[in-house]
């Protein structure tokens, strides 16, 4: 791309996710709502001013790293630990229910060969965290109980989408799919979610000091900055999602965070949270995360091409309608396997409906591989599509309605 | 380019930068030489980590438009107006001398074609503004005398940079090179140039009454942005040097900056200026300016490959001698061609000297159009690497010896 193509396109999108996130707050409606559709509006799907280039999608990735590093900055751990079991459970079932169901559906109501099938299933199951996150916060719910239920469940759930996609990839290319290789891989996430804030931490220490000593200005933001995207780096490294790497240095950087190690009986060294660091660091990211962060919900609209979908088939309709059931329903039936007053139920339930980005990689993995036909795609888009604009719209009411 | 390959070297650059621009401040060296040679280190030249990819030069560029903007910002027109004439002369000076010399030099000592001869010429003629700008901040000069002469003057010499760039393309192309096009051009940028700072003014206005009613946060962040990358793509689309719109951008939201429209005799409208707003906003911009002007400055050590050099030839060394003189003394002599005490003509000298990524820009474009041949690219790439490392150090050096 041109330098100054690159320009334009980059202010067409700032411009446009302000516009109608501003339009859409106006009328009571979550703005990331607004982001969506502006990203439909310049995208493939009506003005084609802007395509789902490289560099953007690269850019968009940055406002999604840096949006879990926020939320990262914002969990307390202990706070999480408290609501126990029931965010594995959640992301269990929210992955297990649509992933079975949209394989039965697929193979026995439309008579998809398995591999097919199968990955019609992968594509309903992974929750979009990003979509999920950013309603929650419009809403100004993100400090709920229900959130924390949902934003563990949501990475869990992204993890377990990971490694779908991992098995399924090996599947599509024609290996025989290796349990063994899954199990090393589940390992090693663990590992990476155990070890990585506790090494973050010991880096944010670091930097602290460093920063002290600083001769030059902006020390802390950008070796923050560096340390989000090289612990990113590493999570892809062990196959988990770029974005863990994000949350696990938002982790070690919040308020809350701290830990001890221990030497036989007695604690040999305490790493206490820093809250003056936390607050400075996070004024310093605010602005990155505004221009960044617009970019990543634009460009879930540009990508999701409504063009690519044959509006009369009804083949196609009657697809799209099966298929979103399951997936509404998967995700909704999982806020119920928890043992919470109603309204939480519905909320989380509520919550991990959005599919967003994920479910669209995909979707476009598999059509790109040649596993989808150009109907099963459009059924699986319209999808996609539904379910990520729905449940803004639907949470709100919902919060409304209950006085929640 | 893959996604954590991306995070991994935006991540490499960051802390290299970071890393030995700390290192210099440490030895009493300007900051900004510690990122070029960070550049140098990591690029091809040295460790080949990271390659002058496309999508990082893209993110540099972001970093020197908001450098441009920030520069803006600060600049005060009416004292810039009162240097006068002087940054005109500075920058035609050192335009015309070096440009002259370089072709004189090439064609009549080292026998180069006419075409050849004048691409070197131009090569040497562009001031790097972004390198410019960032040593008179790093020294703590960038409010005083001398630097408002330079600041103007640099501006003029992008100006005249991308002029030549654009005769001498058509050259190359084999176009019959049109003077009238040239005029024309000139006349774009001349009417960019007025016209730019007060729509952006207007502009910046609107954006002040939309922030305050403004239903989501940062929408004066990304609305400026969005102003400053659309002003910038208007400068391409004219002819003028990208970095143009930055500034111009950053004139609009400076808190100096207003004007009147008249209407026969009396005034009709008042813009007056905001420095509240300006002030807001600065604070703003500043963690995006921490972020993306390293990238600028690494990725300019990145480009300069000094692989490609064949360091044992003698011709190479003979060549780059002589042109390291003529590219210096032409630009050094620029600062005693206006009436200033010596101290300041010396510092506006030394401080057009750099050429940096303009004169990459040069380089590569005559290197890969097959104009120069290897050796002349090499001695070119040669002097742009002096040029740029230099000034920095005897401006420092010049500074305190003079005890100014």
Not at 153 to 160: P, R
Not at 355 to 381: K, N, P, W
Request: aromatic letters at 10%.
């Amino acid at each position: 791309m041109e330098l100054h193509q690159f320009f334009l396109f980059l202010a067409i999108i700032l411009i446009a996710a302000r516009l109608l996130s501003e339009t859409a707050a106006r009328f009571g409606i979550p703005p990331v709502i607004g982001e969506l559709v502006a990203g439909l509006l310049i995208g493939p799907s009506l003005l084609g001013w802007v395509s789902p280039d490289t560099t953007m999608k690269l850019l968009a990735e940055i406002g999604i790293i840096l949006l879990l590093f926020e939320v990262g900055m914002d969990t307390d751990l202990s706070r999480l630990a408290r609501s126990g079991a029931k965010p594995y459970v959640v992301a269990l079932v929210g992955f297990a229910l649509p992933f079975g169901l949209g394989y039965l559906v697929s193979s026995q109501v439309f008579g998809m060969p398995d591999l097919m099938a199968l990955f019609v299933g992968g594509t309903l199951t992974a929750t979009s965290i990003g979509i999920t996150v950013r309603v929650l916060e419009d809403l100004g719910r993100r400090q709920s109980d229900e959130a924390q239920i949902v934003i563990g469940a949501a990475v869990l759930d992204d993890i377990l989408g990971v490694l779908a996609l991992a098995f399924l990839y090996q599947l599509v290319i024609g290996q025989h799919a290796s349990y063994d290789v899954l199990g090393e891989v589940a390992l090693y996430i663990l590992l990476f979610m155990v070890l990585t804030p506790m090494v973050a931490k010991l880096a944010s220490l670091v930097i602290e000091r460093l920063e002290q000593h600083a001769a030059t200005p902006g020390l802390l933001l950008t070796m923050a900055l560096a340390m989000i995207l090289l612990f990113s780096w590493l999570a892809h490294a062990v196959g988990a999602p770029e974005i863990m790497g994000g949350f696990a240095a938002g982790l070690a950087f919040s308020q809350h965070f701290g830990f001890r190690l221990w030497m036989g009986k007695r604690p040999a060294l305490e790493f206490k949270p820093s809250p003056k660091l936390a607050h400075r660091l996070e004024e310093q990211v605010r602005p990155l995360i505004h221009t960044f962060s617009p970019l990543f919900f634009v460009m879930v609209g540009v990508s999701l091409n409504l063009r690519a979908v044959d509006w009369s088939s009804s083949h196609v309709w009657l697809m799209a309608t099966l298929l979103l059931l399951v997936a509404f329903l998967g995700k909704f039936a999982a806020g119920f396997c928890i043992r919470e007053p109603r309204h939480n139920q519905i909320a989380v339930g509520m919550s991990m409906v959005p599919r967003g980005e994920v479910g669209l990689i995909f979707a476009q993995l598999g059509y790109s591989q040649g596993v989808f036909d150009g109907e099963t795609y459009a059924a699986l888009l319209i999808v996609i599509a539904l379910t990520t604009m729905a449940p803004p719209l639907l949470l709100k009411w919902f919060y409304r309605s209950a006085g929640g």
